[in-house]
């Protein structure tokens, strides 16, 4: 997504936004509230960024409200006694972000391309989601009471059905009338390393398609008309971005080997990102200008990263059952 006012810039995280606001100025934040802490042994990080005016609502290119990013390196491995403590820090910090009454409704909506595997990330949830709307009234007497209404849409994209995304989840918003939506999809980072190592919660909506800079109609409370969740995971970053991380680290290896400054090298490591970066963008264009790049085992990233979040999800709106229980009526 744009969603810096930086135009050459792909990034879809509040926290890259902040990073980089922070460089220029400490001015620039004005606006703008940071929160950090280190929630487990699993050296999982969580920083809640707080927009609370249109000042920061400008500097950062996003609407005021809150977003909060989890990030560790365990997200991407294998490493399934990590994965489960990253989902509970993400249920409880979905419940800090939208306190539930015990009897609200809830639509999850899986965005994203399920035949593109950087962009499968929604739909893959939705298949883990233990959905309850339909089973209601036959609920076994031992799950009464116990877990919420939920609903589970995968609507596509438009390149598939035609129509827009926003449009499909209006349609079923008006005849399920849920209490809150909550909108899975992946973003781009801006940084290399963030790529499926981070998720992003926030209660300003999301923008589906436009972390591959797609301009689609936004879903937020003020196109459907009730609040909506976004939560994302970035799956990409950009052509330019890569060889930018990448000029960084061969800069810095230079610099540690020569013995006497180089004119070159130093002209190079003081330019600002955002000029280098435009250089790199415009050395790129036309031929890779427009690529994004993920790592080459995303399905299997794809795979954990969505059974992290529909267990984050599946705690968080039917906190009176257990994982246990969860796994047991979905198997």
Not at 15 to 32: K, P, R, T, V
Not at 66 to 76: F, H, Q, R
Not at 201 to 221: E, F, V
Not at 299 to 314: E, F, K, P, Q
């Amino acid at each position: 997504m744009k969603s810096s006012t930086r135009p050459n810039i792909y990034t879809d995280l509040a926290l890259e936004n902040c990073e980089q606001l922070h460089s220029e100025s400490d001015d620039a934040l004005n606006g703008i509230e940071i929160t950090t802490e280190e929630e487990s042994q699993q050296g999982i990080t969580v920083t809640w960024v707080k927009i609370t005016n249109e000042a920061g609502a400008q500097s950062m290119g996003k609407p005021v409200g809150n977003y909060i990013t989890l990030e560790s390196a365990a997200m991407k491995e294998s490493d399934p006694p990590a994965h489960e403590e990253i989902s509970k820090i993400l249920a409880r910090k979905l419940g800090e972000l939208f306190p539930l009454p015990p009897n609200a409704t809830i639509l999850v909506v899986g965005l994203g391309n399920w035949q593109v595997t950087p962009d499968a990330l929604g739909p893959q949830v939705c298949e883990k989601m233990l959905v309850t709307r339909h089973l209601q009234e036959i609920m076994p007497h031992e799950l009464q009471g116990r877990v919420r209404s939920v609903s589970a849409l995968r609507p596509g994209v438009m390149g598939i059905t035609g129509i827009e995304t926003a449009e499909i989840i209006l349609g079923v918003t008006r005849r399920i009338t849920p209490d809150l939506i909550i909108a899975i999809d992946a973003l781009a980072a801006r940084k290399t390393a963030r790529v499926n190592t981070t998720i992003q919660i926030s209660d300003t909506g999301i923008n589906p398609g436009a972390g591959l800079g797609n301009k689609r109609t936004p879903i937020n409370r003020e196109s459907v008309g009730i609040p909506v969740i976004a939560i994302g995971v970035p799956t990409v970053v950009d052509a330019a971005t890569l060889v930018n991380d990448t000029m960084d680290n061969l800069l810095h290896a230079l610099k540690n080997a020569a013995s006497q400054s180089d004119v070159f090298f130093d002209m190079l490591d003081n330019m600002a990102g955002d000029e280098r970066y435009a250089l790199i963008k415009e050395i790129l264009d036309p031929e890779a200008g427009n690529m994004f790049v993920t790592p080459k085992e995303v399905d299997a990233v794809i795979t954990r990263l969505a059974h992290i979040i529909a267990s984050a999800l599946n705690m968080a709106l039917h906190p009176g059952i257990t994982p246990e229980d969860v796994n047991r009526y979905l198997n």
